[in-house]
């Protein structure tokens, strides 16, 4: 029904396209600068993917990514932003973690145990992102400063709870002291990836139901339609009868329910319990996904996968004595530039939609010169 | 298009939204290229590709929306972007000297050293003015320059507009409002989609004669056909009291009704508290005191959503900020304002191929030029938003309209066409809140007319009976109501 034109795709993948071109192209150069052939260390990257093992990781990688970045596109489609993701979904985990260690769930069928996890987990981000959002509604706060306030209150909320003499238990044969391992009934098996030592995490089909989930909630369904009115133009969505303090709570509640899932599979999937050494910073990771992908559920995949095989392949450069740091520029580099190539195509298009427009009704005649 | 400016002279460009004003000004300004064709300024060839090179050859614009910062003065306004350097930094004392100097020789009347932030509109425009002049500007652009300001600021602007001219710059002055363009204009060039249709001098033509060749067939006029009041109330009105955030009554005690099939117009210069009660009435802003009903039930603490499911219908003011969502389609614009109701809706799900199929239906019965329902909103023309979005409001048997200023901005067909709607809204027994600032629009369309002044119904009129200077000097508060 929404008729696709190929203009329109085109200049869709224009911007994220051309943003990375240029960053291959500066990392080219910074390469060239300090002494590493730029086709060498690209070739080394890309013959990494071949291996089957970065495949798969990259998949991993790319699952949390993913999920964190719906959390934070949830936030963006309203003009909100969550910044908070971070926090939401490492108290998430913890609490979740937790949970699904705790003895009396041995007896639980895993399904339960696993829907369980999943659900105090989403119940925990949505709590503390609705800090944020009944922060806003009822004493104006800015969801930003609140949101990044959250963050190091939950850095230390989860400090304090993970101490032998609270919720964590000291890791057999390690200084490493972490929630009590969560039993194989609480696992999710990973599916087997050709032959790589590494599954790929089960709950990989947890990140694609929940993008299906936000596609459809944003194009099909009146809740979504207020929320992406809202975003475009509070004054318009109030006068045509949303209640706009709602949707900042119910938008804020949603990003930190999905915030609350991004530990979810390597929880579940690799580390069965959450550690000292538990991934930190994938909130931040989700934003730049986001804008990557431009809160499109289809794009923001595409740019989860990127960024999951910069970071995997990235592990090549170390042999070949090139610094993997390289990787993070590269990264920083798409994200600047694809900032700037979309509004420099949003303005193109709207432009050139002025225009085609202005075409078609000149040449199509009023009724008055019909008449005539 | 073809168009011969005079130095020395006043040169109104005026036409319909959408007849290519504003474009033909980018280009002059070097915001945009033309496709073909030259510009020659004193008979040289000009290549104007960004605005600096329309500002090197002395073409100044005055935008309609001004571009000035509140809390910078009005020197450093004025110096902004051109900063005249001396002595390591900026020279601030020969840039006060400068613009005390050319507030001086053109009767401007800017103080350098005061904040725009007290400034009123007035001065603000003076200001933009001034910004241009200092730049060695020579000829003027002013886009509806006269939009935002009230007569008596008119007045003193084409003063000044005299006085610039007799220095012997050239002013080009875009507008809407003819009589305007009558009394300040040398030339006068006509426009009609994209092209020059006529040039007139100010002497020989009426301002009918002149909306004429804007439209190019005669004007529609604002009339109601035989009345088709009834003594159904659908929308009371008692005891009305709003404040505004900080402690001002805006509305007081303000009490009517409006019966099915009446259209009752609300006269008043604007900030008498129509935005307000406008607002008010769709729960957009909360009430001191008072009681709404809308056909006997009591809708005071209904929530805007709820009101429109009970049948209002919503013209805005702004359309921009109210009325429309830019960037999104026509379709979805549909929706907007019926997000509860069919077509648009199924249960907690969008109806798309209903919400399309009713975009369809509005975009033909009432004219709303566009390619097709899949464009952006905001690329389309004024006139063609405000069709769509009284389309959209008439859908779903609404029995209360209220319309704020319908044909504000928009081109003098889209104004029949609406004017059109409304008497058929009256005739389907709607009731119709008018708020206008077009007193013959007013007079023309209403049934009754009320005057608002500082949030007060103050006065009420028999249309019929009224002319349009007892409703002005009522308005001021000048008159004596019955």
Redesign the interface.
């Known amino acids: 029904?929404?008729?696709i034109s190929w203009r329109s795709v085109g200049l869709g993948l224009a911007a994220p396209v051309g943003a990375l071109v240029f960053a291959l192209l500066v990392c080219g150069i910074i390469l060239s600068i300090t002494g590493h052939p730029p086709f060498d260390v690209a070739e080394d990257m890309i013959g990494s993917l071949e291996r089957p093992r970065t495949v798969a990781n990259s998949l991993n990688s790319a699952t949390t990514y993913y999920l964190s970045a719906v959390a934070v596109a949830i936030g963006f489609k309203m003009r909100l932003f969550n910044i908070g993701v971070d926090g939401q979904y490492r108290l998430a985990a913890m609490l979740a973690a937790a949970l699904a260690g705790a003895s009396f769930m041995e007896s639980l069928p895993s399904v339960v145990r696993i829907l369980m996890t999943i659900l105090a987990a989403m119940l925990v981000g949505a709590v503390w992102s609705g800090i944020a959002g009944f922060l806003k509604i009822t004493r104006g706060v800015s969801e930003v400063i609140s949101t990044i306030m959250l963050n190091a209150i939950a850095t230390a909320l989860v400090a304090f709870l993970l101490n032998p003499d609270r919720l964590a238990v000291t890791v057999a044969g390690s200084n490493n002291i972490g929630t009590a391992p969560i039993t194989e009934g609480g696992q999710v098996p990973g599916i087997p990836y050709s032959e790589s030592s590494s599954d790929v995490f089960g709950l990989i089909v947890l990140a694609a139901v929940v993008g299906v989930a936000y596609w459809f909630m944003l194009?099909?369904?009146?809740?979504?339609?207020?929320l992406?009115?809202t975003g475009?133009?509070e004054?318009?969505?109030?006068?045509?009868?949303?209640?706009v303090k709602k949707m900042v709570l119910a938008s804020m509640l949603l990003s930190g329910a999905v915030a609350g899932l991004v530990g979810m599979p390597q929880l579940l999937g690799a580390s069965h319990s959450y550690s000292l050494d538990f991934p930190a910073g994938l909130g931040f990771t989700g934003i730049a996904i986001a804008l990557l992908g431009r809160n499109h559920p289809i794009g923001m995949a595409f740019a989860a996968f990127l960024w999951g095989a910069l970071d995997q392949t990235s592990n090549v450069l170390d042999l070949s004595g090139v610094p993997k740091e390289i990787v993070v520029i590269m990264q920083g580099v798409i994200v600047l530039s694809v900032v700037i190539a979309y509004e420099l195509v949003r303005r193109y298009k709207?432009r050139l939609?002025?225009r085609?427009?202005?075409r078609?009704?000149?040449t199509?005649k009023?009724?008055?010169e019909a008449q005539a | 298009m073809n168009v011969a400016v005079r130095t020395g002279t006043v040169h109104a460009l005026v036409g319909e939204n959408?007849a290519g004003k504003s474009t033909l000004m980018k280009i002059l300004y070097g915001m945009q290229r033309p496709d073909e064709g030259t510009i020659s300024i004193d008979g040289t060839q000009a290549d104007l590709s960004t605005p600096a090179d329309a500002i090197a050859v002395g073409i100044g614009m005055v935008h309609q929306h001004f571009m000035l910062a509140d809390n910078l003065t009005v020197l450093e306004n004025v110096v902004l972007g051109d900063e005249p350097r001396g002595g390591g930094g900026i020279d601030f004392k020969a840039a006060r000297a400068k613009i005390r100097d050319i507030s001086a020789r053109y009767g401007l009347g800017v103080e350098p050293d005061r904040l725009v932030d007290e400034l009123g509109v007035g001065e603000r425009q003076r200001v933009e003015i001034l910004k241009v002049l200092f730049r060695g500007a020579r000829i003027l652009i002013l886009d509806e320059p006269t939009a935002v300001l009230v007569p008596q600021e008119v007045d003193e602007l084409f003063g000044n507009l005299r006085e610039l001219k007799s220095e012997g710059l050239t002013i080009l002055f875009i507008s809407h409002k003819l009589d305007e363009v009558l009394s300040v204009a040398d030339d006068i060039t006509v426009m009609r989609?994209?092209t020059t249709v006529a040039s007139v001098s100010p002497g020989d033509v009426t301002a009918r004669q002149l909306a004429e060749l804007m439209v190019?067939?005669a004007l529609p006029v604002p009339e109601l056909r035989e009345s088709t009041v009834t003594d159904t109330p659908v929308l009371e009105v008692d005891g009305l009291t709003v404040t505004a955030p900080d402690g001002r009554t805006v509305l007081e005690e303000m009490s009517f009704t409006i019966n099915a099939g009446e259209v009752l117009g609300i006269a008043g210069v604007e900030g008498n508290g129509q935005a307000e009660l406008v607002e008010a009435l769709?729960g957009?802003r909360p009430l001191q005191a008072g009681r709404i009903a809308l056909q006997g039930k009591d809708i005071t603490k209904l929530?805007?959503?709820?009101?429109?499911?009970a049948g209002v219908g919503?013209i805005?003011e702004d359309r921009h900020?109210?009325?429309?969502?830019?960037?999104?389609t026509l379709w979805?614009n549909r929706?907007?304002?019926?997000?509860?109701r069919a077509p648009s809706?199924r249960g907690?799900?969008?109806n798309?191929?209903g919400a399309?199929a009713d975009t369809q239906r509005i975009v033909d019965e009432y004219?709303v030029?566009?390619?097709n329902i899949?464009?952006?909103a905001?690329?389309?023309s004024g006139g063609n938003q405000q069709k769509l979005i009284v389309g959209r409001e008439m859908s779903g048997n609404p029995v209360l309209l209220i319309a704020s200023h319908p044909t504000r901005g928009v081109d003098v067909g889209a104004q029949a066409a609406i004017w059109e709607q409304i008497r058929k809204a009256r005739a389907e027994h709607l009731a119709v809140l008018l708020i206008s600032a077009d007193l013959d629009e007013l007079i023309g369309m209403s049934d009754s007319l009320a005057v608002i002044l500082r949030g007060r119904l103050v006065a009420s009129y028999d249309p019929k009976a009224v002319t349009p200077e007892e409703l002005g000097s009522a308005m001021t508060g000048a008159g004596e109501g019955t």
């Open positions: 029904m929404g008729r194009n099909r369904t009146r809740f979504g339609f207020d992406k009115a475009q133009s004054s318009a969505a109030v006068a045509s009868g949303v209640n709207l939609e002025q085609d427009v202005g078609a009704l000149g199509t009023t009724p008055e | 959408g989609r994209g190019g067939s769709m957009i929530s805007t959503r709820k009101r429109r499911d919503y805005p900020r109210q009325g429309v969502l830019l960037e999104a979805e929706i907007l304002g019926h997000q509860t809706v907690l799900l969008l798309r191929a399309r004219d030029r566009t390619p899949d464009v952006l905001g690329s389309l």
